[in-house]
């Protein structure tokens, strides 16, 4: 005995899941180079070589041979530009001090705007 084919009711959309636009492997890549995402990278290798450091040569060697050297070198030169650059902190906590609010809101943009203006460069 022979079947007859089952009819269905609905049919298949032709329409496609994804939005219109740029294909979405166009957004992933965008979104894995993007510079957060770099900045993230960094960080996580910067942090697994550094425990692979520890683990190959062992926390005290790495201290005594690394970081308490590097430590001596950077240390007074630190403590050097923070001395030195005490005057520029009085002058600008003055400024922020002086200022009325609505002059603290204007000074707050311009610092904001030149700090931005020496990371882009």
Do not use: C
Not at 17 to 23: D, I, K, S, V, Y
Not at 52 to 79: F, H, S, T, W, Y
């Amino acid at each position: 005995m022979a079947r007859a084919p089952l009819k269905t009711t609905h049919s298949r959309s032709k329409r496609s899941l994804r939005p219109a636009g740029q294909p979405l492997t166009g957004s992933i890549s965008r979104m894995v180079m993007s510079r957060p995402a770099q900045t993230a990278y960094y960080v996580i290798g910067t942090a697994g070589l550094a425990a692979l450091a520890v683990a190959l040569i062992g926390p005290k060697r790495l201290e005594r041979e690394v970081i308490n050297p590097l430590r001596g070198a950077i240390e007074p030169q630190a403590e050097k530009l923070w001395a030195d650059s005490k005057p520029l902190r009085e002058q600008i906590a003055g400024l922020f001090t002086a200022a009325s609010p609505t002059g603290r809101e204007r000074l707050v943009r311009s610092f904001q705007s030149w700090i931005g203006h020496f990371h882009a460069t």
